[in-house]
């Protein structure tokens, strides 16, 4: 029959790689992520690897993380990581302003995230203190984690248990300095970022990513000065954007209690980051054709107001198919924009904001957001291949957004990925993909959809909304039929 979605892609047109760093993640020292969500303690009940939870471990190497950003977000400006080294019954506690104002006992320090990462297999990406640290401080941490040499941080390294230096291969010169890292004017900024970027070093062959504090949402001239000032002593400049469902940032609206005018506007304005993206970028080439420079959106996703009875300083919120389809959405765009976005970290892996999982005490379950990064991760390094779709609208009043949104990659095994997402909740929609410059013999893929718009897994429910095997799509020639569910997200494997 005919069809209501057609996609025509250009497995003959590829163009350059998509950085496997744009599935990358942060995890703050906020609310229950760290604490409870990753680190128990070695005394803990909940069966741990030097005090790490090891079904958080395991989960998170399945979804298979590149890169985990720490300790901040906001906490960056505050924390002085020597309070973190040493035994633990010794280290010196502070008071987490910005989120609950709660006691840190400094029990996670740099020992124990990097520690993380190699249980975890996913690289780090430490972002130092600009707002109230010094130069000498960051660029005594630098050495500590990084030096090999018969040094004093090295060796007071050495002294805490770690003979061998790590490598720190990125590493953030401060937060929001716009905000919480100091409310600062861009040009203050650019200053401060050449003079504590200076000090970054590279160290026994350890060679550092320097990632600038980039712009609010559309501050574009924050982008304008930074790169004018400080663009050729920077490898990355960030980004950051939250989908708020009301826009409201005082009521953002719940995630699970919505309708279906606030799940499409929802949707409408996570698709506001192409936008960002592209107008970001535009300013970025003014100044840096040759895309030295990535743009590093090192926090995204949906930001709701918290599980009603939980603490407001902590940001749990739960986490529906709204959400998957969110990050299936997000995705696709940084894919497009490939060429300028190195790496991009949702906020945050675990218990916080748009998160890959919840935990309650010694309970563990997987968010639909997860699903969707592990069924996408076939995505991470592949080509990028372009490709055109033509698709009716999903409209709800007057507001309008494309129903489906596609995108696709070939690895380096020649294997072909295309994801689908169908945002329209109400009706499932005929694919027909004619592929250029490709053939294949063999289709599977898997689905991820649920029963409304927004359903979520429950620590008594833990499964209601989890990938299956999709058997909707066929294949004749170089053609692909797809059967795309209403409120889905897809990921068909050609071979
Ligand atoms: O992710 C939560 C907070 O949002 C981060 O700490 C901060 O950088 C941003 O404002």
Redesign the pocket.
């Known amino acids: 029959g005919s069809s209501d979605v057609t996609v025509t892609l250009h497995a003959d047109q590829p163009l350059g790689k998509v950085n496997p760093n744009i599935y990358g993640h ?1 995890a ?1 020292h ?1 609310g229950r992520c760290i604490y409870e969500g990753i680190w128990v303690g070695e005394d803990s009940s909940i069966p741990n690897t030097r005090g790490i939870r090891n079904d958080v471990t395991a989960a998170l190497r399945e979804m298979n993380i590149p890169v985990l950003r720490w300790p ?4 960056a400006d505050e924390y002085h990581w020597m309070d973190g080294i040493g035994p633990r019954d010794k280290r010196p506690a502070l008071i987490n302003t ?1 989120w609950g104002g709660v006691v840190e006992n400094n029990h996670f320090g740099t020992h124990e995230f990097l520690d993380l990462c190699e249980q975890i297999g996913a690289e780090p990406y430490v972002c130092g203190n600009v707002g109230s640290g010094s130069v000498q401080e960051m660029m005594n941490w630098v050495e500590y984690m990084t030096s090999d040499a018969d040094s004093p941080m090295a060796n007071l390294r050495r002294a805490n248990g770690r003979d061998k230096p790590w490598k720190v291969p990125y590493f953030g010169v401060g ?2 300095s716009w ?2 890292g100091g409310n600062m004017r861009p040009e203050y900024y650019a200053d401060l970022y050449r003079r504590y970027s200076t000090f970054v070093k590279n160290y026994s062959g350890n060679r550092i990513f320097k990632i600038a504090g980039g712009a609010n949402v559309a501050d574009y001239n924050w982008t304008e000065v930074l790169m004018s000032r400080a663009g050729r002593l920077m490898h990355g400049l960030s980004l ?1 954007h ?1 989908t708020i469902p009301t826009g409201n940032w005082g009521r953002k609206g719940s995630a699970t209690e919505f309708d279906e005018a606030i799940y499409h506007k929802t949707l409408s304005r996570t698709l506001f980051m192409d936008e960002l993206v592209t107008k970001h970028s535009e300013i970025m080439d003014r100044h840096d054709p040759n895309k030295r420079v990535g743009m590093v959106i090192d ?1 995204w996703g949906i930001w709701t107001d918290v599980e009603p009875g939980t603490n407001p300083g902590f ?1 749990y919120q739960q986490n529906s198919i709204r959400d998957a389809i969110i990050a299936g959405l997000n995705f696709h765009i940084f894919h497009k924009h490939a060429d300028r976005v190195s790496m991009a970290n949702i ?2 892996t675990i218990n ?2 748009q998160a890959m999982i919840l935990t309650d005490k010694e309970k563990m379950l997987l968010t639909p957001t997860y699903h969707v990064f592990e069924m996408f991760s076939v995505h991470q390094g592949g080509t990028f291949l372009p490709l055109q779709i033509e698709t009716p609208d999903y409209t709800v009043g007057d507001s309008s957004i494309p129903a489906v949104s596609a995108s696709a990659t070939r690895d380096a095994d020649g294997e072909i990925h295309l994801s689908l997402v169908n945002t329209n909740p109400n009706q499932a929609l005929r694919v027909t993909c004619s592929m250029n410059g490709a053939e294949a013999k063999n289709i599977s893929g898997r689905v991820l959809t649920a029963p409304k718009f927004n359903s979520y897994n429950s620590f008594d429910a833990p499964e209601t909304v989890k990938p299956t095997d999709f058997d909707g799509a066929s294949l004749r020639g170089n053609q692909i039929e797809i059967n795309l569910p209403s409120k889905a997200v897809v990921v068909l494997s050609l071979r």
Request: glycine letters at 16%; a negative charge.
């Open positions: 942060f703050e906020l901040g977000g906001c906490f910005h937060n929001e905000g919480c950051h939250y926090e940001l906020a945050q916080v904001l």
